[in-house]
């Protein structure tokens, strides 16, 4: 079959691409246009590094097809910094050294700034629940918490009264 | 070459006539949480994808006649925000919330897991407790279709190869009606149930059951209804020889396999004890004890 033409908001632009079916939307994503932020830990919805933001909604890449992003407003890892400043989440990532090599991180902010959209103030069983399927195998996930909750209380410090 | 197609069709009957019309193999998507791994790992290898989350009322909750509809593709994370499924079908809720990560929640849907038919399945023995109608489309209209006459065995369905699901049917409840929903894993979150039990239950103002129906999951090739387990409900007030009668019920029904997740011997054990614990949530919520989450 002929490659099929979709159009998308991907990280408040427009985006359209040309893809085949069987493509997920990380290979999208990845190898057609270029975004490779997003990782590819496991490719079965198991490591939660191809994590994005879906209409809302935190979702695998790797288990939505490229052509299911016709019409939708898809945010990744390359959309959470505003320009060259990076994102709270992303600043408390980095002071507390959150990672190690790096390869969850994309996934896991993702994750983090779609828990913290919806709960500015999660416990920390919340949150260890919502991020149980973002898996790291270096930093472990205590400092992952840490910086967690420092971002989350920097955001609700700095939030408009 | 790639020769897999893709069809988002708009209406029921494109959707039927795609199906219908496929020269090979057609699969349904909704999340696509097992379909894409199917795929990935040449599982399935499918001619042609319908995706079937454009036709209209197949996402989403509405109120019919004091029941439910709940849309076949409608995500786990969407079920879990309705205020007034979650009061209802409390079971059925934590069920589908018991499947995978956050991630997932996003996408899966009760159609994907009661018919990618694995005898594991979380949602299904809550759906089957509950009683839910399944809505199928086909060629010769609408037909419904009890939950539990779904799936025939492990990964196979009574469908129809150009049938779906379109939405499910919660019926209507009586006043202290609940259920609950309980599976074994041997961690906390991200596994696969060793067993699983869904109880729905009423009862009278002094606890006494009049109606129940029991699940099991991953004791048998399918999801299994136990008429049996019930029956030892029904009459009676939760005591120990109730709770002991559904133990042996439960046990006597589960005809398990051994393989990593647990023994045949562990298992049926197993059955025994979640379906006392189910048991005793489904009646605390009927008697408004409590209302909260199991998990
Ligand atoms: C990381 C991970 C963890 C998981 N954990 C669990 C778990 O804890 N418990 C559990 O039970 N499952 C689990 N699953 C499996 C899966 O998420 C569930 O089975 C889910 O409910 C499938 O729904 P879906 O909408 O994604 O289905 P899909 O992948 O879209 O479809 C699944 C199957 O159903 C068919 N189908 C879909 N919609 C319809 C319809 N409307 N009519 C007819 N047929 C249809 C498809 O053709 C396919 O064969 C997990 C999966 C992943 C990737
Ligand atoms: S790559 Fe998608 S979950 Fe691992
Ligand atoms: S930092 Fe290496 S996997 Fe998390």
Request: net charge negative; glycine share 10%.
């Amino acid at each position: 079959m002929a490659k099929q033409y979709v159009s998308a908001t991907i990280n408040g632009e427009q985006a359209e691409f040309l893809c085949e079916t069987q493509q997920t939307m990380l290979d999208v994503l990845r190898d057609v246009i270029g975004l490779t932020g997003s990782k590819e830990g496991c490719g079965s919805g198991d490591c939660g590094a191809c994590s994005v933001i879906v209409d809302g909604r935190l979702v695998c890449s790797c288990l939505m097809l490229g052509v299911e992003a016709e019409g939708k407003t898809i945010t990744t890892i390359e959309g959470i910094a505003q320009g060259d400043k990076l994102h709270p989440i992303q600043q408390k990532f980095l002071e507390h050294a959150a990672l190690q090599c790096g390869f969850c991180t994309p996934g896991l902010i993702v994750a983090t700034k779609a828990l913290l959209d919806e709960n500015p103030n999660p416990t920390e069983t919340e949150a260890r629940y919502w991020l149980a399927g973002n898996l790291c195998r270096c930093t472990g996930y205590a400092k992952v918490m840490e910086a967690l909750d420092d971002a989350a209380a920097k955001e609700t410090a700095d939030a408009p009264a | 070459m790639s020769t897999l197609s893709y069809a988002a069709p708009t209406t029921v009957d494109d959707a039927v006539k795609l199906l219908s019309g496929a020269s090979g193999l057609a699969k349904v998507l909704s999340g696509g949480t097992d379909l894409l791994v199917q795929l990935r790992s040449g599982r399935v290898r499918p001619d042609l994808i319908v995706d079937t989350k454009k036709i209209p009322g197949i996402i989403g909750i509405r109120e019919e006649n004091g029941g439910f509809v709940v849309g076949a593709a409608t995500p786990g994370a969407v079920v879990e925000e309705h205020a007034g499924m979650k009061a209802a079908w409390p079971g059925v809720v934590e069920a589908l919330d018991l499947i995978g990560s956050t991630q997932v929640q996003g996408r899966c849907s009760l159609a994907g897991n009661l018919c990618n038919a694995s005898p594991a399945a979380d949602s299904v023995p809550a759906m089957f407790a509950a009683g839910a109608i399944a809505v199928v489309v086909g060629p010769n209209g609408r037909r419904e279709v009890p939950v539990e006459q779904v799936p025939t065995g492990p990964g196979r369905t009574s469908l129809g190869k150009d049938e779906f699901i379109l939405e499910f049917k919660f019926p209507v409840r009586p006043a202290r009606s609940a259920d609950a929903y309980l599976r074994f894993i041997p961690r906390t979150e991200m596994d696969i149930a060793v067993v699983g039990c869904g109880i729905n239950v009423t009862v009278d103002e002094k606890g006494v059951c009049t109606a129940a129906r029991v699940a099991l999951g991953a004791v048998a090739p399918t999801v299994i209804m136990v008429p049996a387990a019930a029956a030892a409900l029904i009459g009676h007030t939760l005591d120990e020889a109730t709770l002991a009668k559904l133990d042996a019920a439960a046990q006597a029904a589960a005809k398990p396999i051994s393989d990593k997740r647990g023994t045949v011997e562990y298992r049926i054990k197993i059955a025994g004890v979640l379906a006392r614990r189910t048991a005793a949530i489904a009646f605390d919520r009927a008697m408004g004890k409590t209302n909260g989450k199991a998990h």
